[in-house]
């Protein structure tokens, strides 16, 4: 089956979808949801990683995205459980109320 | 258009839409869920791409586990919907002037298509096999240090998670 699909299609859906997550980061105040955009961008490098791929019959990026895929698990663990410590302690998922740290 | 073609479309715009669901959901659960919809989608563009494994690990983990975990500690805290005071406006410009300029230069990157290597459209046949392999013989110190790496998340979890360190 031919396709007319090039490289640059899933590259440009992974850079939109990167873009949509550091809109996400920059805009929502919730810790949580922040967190959440974060996944997407991991995501999209992953698409663009396995498309990269694909196009160059080259297997090493499969490996990366599940690499990739092994370390954000880790990553949202911890993550989530700094935020619940943050919870306990401040009652708040807001980052805007989180500034013990701003000078 | 043929089938494959078409499913890229849908794939590809129905997760750009959850996206933007997700980050324009006042409640985190439904920006949860339409998380879950992204990774399913997803999974959708890599079983396209020909990354069968990768799409089953990417439904497991992420739709499975992370997202369990997202919906535990989201009901776990109890989190009200964010009452819409305001919108933030300073963040609204500067995070859509961010993602503008990213897209834009994207835009003029990929203007013009990257030539495809000579066999790009010929198959490409990937078993599980051939994914795995590497993992044992070329990857095989970074996969061990992956796991450490797991070893070290979860005992840092515990620890962070308890109410008195001791």
Known sequence: MTSDLTLNHYLIVSGLLFALGILGVIVRRNALVIYMALEMNLNAANLALIAFSKFNHNLDGQVFVFFIIAIAAAEVAVGLAIIVALFRRKQTVSVDELTTMRL | ?166
């Open chain 2, 1 to 166: 258009m043929n089938v494959h073609d078409a499913l890229f479309w849908f794939f590809s715009i129905a997760m750009l839409l959850s996206g933007v669901l997700v980050i324009a959901n006042r409640n985190p659960v439904n920006s949860a869920m339409c998380l879950v919809l992204l990774f399913v989608f997803m999974a959708g563009l890599f079983l396209l791409l020909e990354a069968i494994f990768l799409a089953v690990i990417q439904i497991l983990v992420y739709a499975g586990a992370v997202m369990v975990l997202f919906l535990f500690v989201l009901m776990l805290l109890d989190i009200k919907a964010t009452e819409m005071r305001g919108i933030k406006w300073a963040g609204l410009v500067g995070g859509l002037t961010v993602a503008g300029v990213f897209v834009w230069e994207l835009a003029t990157i990929l203007g013009d298509p990257i030539k495809p290597l000579a066999n790009a459209n010929e198959p490409f046949p990937v078993g599980l096999a051939d994914v795995v392999k590497p993992l044992f013989v070329k990857y095989m110190l970074p996969f061990e240090i992956t796991a450490l790496l797991l070893l070290v998340a979860m005992i840092g979890v515990v620890l962070l998670s308890k109410k008195d360190l001791r």
